[in-house]
């Protein structure tokens, strides 16, 4: 028990309850198989690229620029598959493999800069957004194939009214990029060394680890999932728009943020990410049943971040009090 | 057997191989560019020694330690042979394959994971997508823990431990690793009095398994006490090995330095007059109770007790920062509350805490910037624009003063030893004029020489009137230097004695007496 009242996502998982308590009674709409899987299928794109921002968190790094990245993909996938013609695979393995090409090339930057990767990525954000305009003169895309534009349901439920309820391939595709990064962080070496890497990066390279190959992954992994997640996030819009991701990067780390994992490096844990995740498409999704103004779900959010990052802070200074106590005779 | 490197060293003892040397070091040269950091030193160990090396910072400890543990290359003449084996250009890879871990001082460890985990981290070099297996790490960690007879939860994050607990996982990690020799660097500095006897106790115990040790240190107390042998070294030079039992504290210093200190010991009581400060009854929950002392003009009041009495709380207190339940505060007559430590500095204490690194210098910025930290509103001129030429006149006035060691008063804090960085902070506190100065463990990390140049300037400010309280965990430290000796222990004062009537051993005792009466109490 004590253990469990020390874990965020145990308090995270409070406040989930209380809001779905609270907006199940308030709208009868909200707790529906047809919203739920409808707003997670539109999330499924920010919870893809939080799990990769899971893992550059915890490695004690950040990535700005994987909204570019995910934008590059969309357009270099967009334009082969329209072009050249290919299937629902080739679009995923186009997407992921620019979006891997140029996390690669963030890794190199920061590994061999040495600078704060936080500099270097809004430096390549500005690059890759520049590269894009000229490269697309800011059009859109909407003329997809055929087989790009008919639905990809994985399974169709249907209730005794005859409503259906589809699984839809990027909903489905969510759940497995969660599933396989939580087993890979918590259970094979690579993930425990990126652990490792963001809770003591000296003592890392004084154990040999190759530090090169964990940026490498790190932000190639990030880059490929951007990519992999914009692919996703086509099949669901049907439309490729300059800036549609772009701006968005915020929201994933928000998201991430909320889910526990520290910006100092070191913590984070997917099950804490995808209720993170749940979080905000939950609080959007409540502005818009309730009614509320917009502005409202940035107030909220802004607001939740306050409260969980101090929640997290008074602990934290909770425990340095702890050492200083003396039993005074 | 692999797994188990005790009872392979177990053996070994009982054998013939109980004669060998383990390491066996000669003519080892580095040069630095232009510095010549070691010469031609010679340096080996016998197995199961405990061999402890010492000497002023820059003195060549480091490097000698990098290049055992294949870190730093030395030049071709040098040779190195470790188990009867000659080694040329010995790497890292290769020092850990013969046995050799080197401990730190800052550990090393992973403080987000696991316990299990961090001892057992250096088995992740197998793979990257193969899993981990938990269940083994954790029974590696309790069986390492066992042998030497040391018990942690493995479950534990490091983040959670003590600092003395964080030590032994570092220990343990390199335990697991079969281990053969162990060095450790400065691994008492961040320990108090209990915590250092057991982990003393400790390395005792890992001798007794045949555990080979180097041990860096600065405490006198500690090197006689647990070495066999003992290095010195000075300016990249062996001055010699030494058996611990034919060494002193004077001596020591003298090999390390050579320069001869003296040790100022009152023999007389001094007679105070003019009252600085005045405790009346302070209290404060869970931290301390019924406090009352004074403290004079020019006198040095020492404070000591093992760790968790209170002091550091106590000085907290009289520093703005801990604010008391009960009981008044009296400076120079006149009665104080200070709602933080900016009303403690403005009415003239001033506070060297224990950290520096942390609580007492900006690292990266110059030495300079550090000294007038604390006096920056005086250096402004009438449009609030800070004076340069004055900055670097008063920094430059301090650095003479004090005999802070560097070439430039503009290069970076973290550019100088821990002594002269210890110095840099104290100068800060000087500058601001204070009419009381705590000092709260100034010399731990301090080599001797640093050290005694600590206490000449506490003596020379005494005799222009500053009033020092000196807390400490080194009971030669406080019986050397202090004019009165206030024992703390459980929150309480217990015992107020002057060095002049006692001797260290006496004043040891009472130590540890005033702690089990306050446990009794």
């Known amino acids: ?329 | 057997m692999k797994n188990d490197p005790l009872s392979l060293i177990y053996t070994q003892r009982r054998g013939v191989m109980q004669q060998e040397k383990f390491l066996e070091m000669k003519n080892i040269n580095k040069r630095y560019g232009g510095v010549h950091a070691l010469k031609n030193v010679d340096f080996s160990l016998d197995r199961g020694e405990v061999h402890c090396l010492v000497g002023e910072n820059g003195s060549g400890k480091s490097t000698l330690i990098k290049v055992i543990s294949g870190v730093e290359t030395p030049s071709p003449d040098s040779r190195i042979t470790i188990k009867g084996e000659i080694l040329k250009g010995l790497t890292p890879i290769q020092s850990v394959e013969k046995g050799i871990q080197v401990i730190y001082q800052d550990l090393s460890l992973f403080p987000n994971l696991s316990v299990s985990e961090n001892v057992s981290i250096s088995d992740y070099h197998a793979g990257n997508l193969r899993f981990i297996k938990r269940k083994d790490m954790k029974k590696k960690a309790l069986e390492t823990m066992r042998k030497i007879d040391v018990s942690i939860d493995p479950d534990k994050l490091v983040r959670e431990l003590p600092i003395a607990q964080k030590q032994v996982v570092a220990i343990v990690r390199a335990l697991a690793t079969d281990a053969e020799l162990l060095i450790m660097d400065e691994p008492t500095a961040s320990l108090s009095k209990h915590e250092i006897d057991e982990l003393l106790k400790l390395i005792k115990t890992l001798q007794k398994n045949g555990i080979t040790i180097v041990f860096v240190s600065h405490k006198l107390d500690e090197i006689t006490s647990i070495s066999d042998k003992v290095t010195v070294l000075r300016d990249g030079v062996k001055i010699g090995t030494y058996d611990a039992a034919e060494l002193d504290d004077k001596k020591i210093a003298y090999l390390m330095t050579g320069e001869e200190f003296e040790n100022e010991k009152g023999k007389v009581k001094k007679e105070f007059e003019n009252k600085i400060l005045e405790i009346d009854g302070l209290g404060r929950k869970r931290n301390y109770r019924d406090i009352s002392f004074s403290l004079h003009k020019g006198e040095i009041l020492g404070i000591t007790g093992l760790i968790g009495s209170g002091r550091t709380e106590l000085a907290l207190t009289l520093f703005g920062m801990n604010r008391q339940d009960s009981g008044s505060i009296k400076l120079n007559g006149t009665e104080v509350s200070f709602k933080s430590n900016f009303d403690a500095i403005q009415a003239g204490i001033a506070y060297v805490p224990e950290d520096r690194l942390s609580e007492g210098l900006i690292l990266p910025q110059p030495i300079s910037n550090n000294i007038v930290l604390g006096i920056l509103d005086k250096l402004v001129n009438r449009a609030n624009i800070l004076n340069m030429s004055n900055k670097e006149e008063i920094a430059a006035k301090w650095i003479k003063n004090i005999g802070v060691k560097t070439s430039n008063p503009e290069n970076a804090v973290d550019t100088l030893s821990g002594g002269n960085q210890q110095k840099v902070v104290v100068s800060k506190w000087l500058a601001t004029n204070p009419d009381v100065l705590i000092l709260d463990n100034p010399t731990v990390g301090v080599d001797i020489a640093a050290k005694h140049g600590i206490y000449k300037i506490m003596r020379e400010f005494t005799k222009k009137n500053l009033g020092i309280i000196l807390i400490s965990d080194e009971v030669a430290e406080v019986y050397q230097n202090s004019d009165r000796i206030l024992i703390m222990s459980k929150g309480r004062i217990v015992e107020e004695v002057y060095p002049c009537e006692i001797t260290e051993k006496e004043l040891n005792e009472k130590i540890l007496r005033g702690d089990i009466n306050g446990q009794t109490a």
Do not use: C
């Not at chain 1, 984070?268 to 995740?277: A, E, K, N, Q, R």
């Not at chain 1, 917009?294 to 939740?304: E, K, M, N, V």
């Open chain 1, 1 to 329: 028990m004590d253990k469990l009242l020390k874990k965020n996502e145990f308090y995270l998982g409070l406040i989930l309850f209380a809001l779905i308590l609270f907006l199940s009674v308030s709208s009868d709409q909200f707790l529906t198989p047809g919203n739920l899987l409808e707003l997670f299928t539109s999330y499924s794109f920010l919870g893809i690229m939080s799990a990769g921002m899971l893992i550059v968190l915890i490695s004690g790094g950040l990535d700005l620029s994987f909204t570019a990245i995910a934008t590059i993909s969309q357009y270099a996938m967009a334009t082969i598959i329209i072009n050249h013609g290919g299937n629902i695979f080739t679009a995923f393995l186009i997407g992921s493999s620019v979006g891997l090409g140029l996390g690669l090339v963030n890794a190199l930057l920061i590994h061999f800069i040495k600078a704060h990767p936080m500099i270097i990525t809004i430096a390549t954000l500005n690059v890759f957004n520049g590269l894009l305009m000229f490269f697309s003169k800011g059009k859109w895309i909407y003329n997809f194939p055929m087989w790009f534009s008919e639905p990809h349901d994985i399974m169709i439920f249907e209730n005794a009214q005859g409503d259906i309820f589809p699984i839809t391939l990027p909903l489905f595709l969510f759940i497995v990029v969660f599933i396989i990064v939580g087993i890979f962080l918590k259970h094979t070496m690579l993930g425990r060394k990126i652990y490792a890497f963001g809770g003591n990066r000296e003592a890392t390279r004084r154990l040999g680890f190759n530090t090169l190959g964990l940026t490498l992954f790190i932000y190639g992994f990030m880059g490929l999932l951007a990519g992999f997640g914009s692919v996703s996030q086509a099949l669901i819009i049907q439309t490729v728009a300059p800036n549609a991701i772009v701006g968005k990067e915020l929201d994933v780390i928000a998201a991430v943020v909320l889910g526990g994992a520290s910006l100092a490096g070191g913590t984070g844990t997917i099950l804490g990410t995808f209720m993170g995740v749940a979080l905000v498409a939950i609080i959007s999704n409540a502005v818009i049943l309730l009614g509320i103004p917009s502005y409202w779900y940035q107030i909220f959010l802004g607001a939740i971040i306050v409260v969980s990052v101090s929640v997290t802070a008074l602990n934290h200074r909770k425990n340095l009090k702890k050492e200083a106590e003396i039993d005074v005779a």
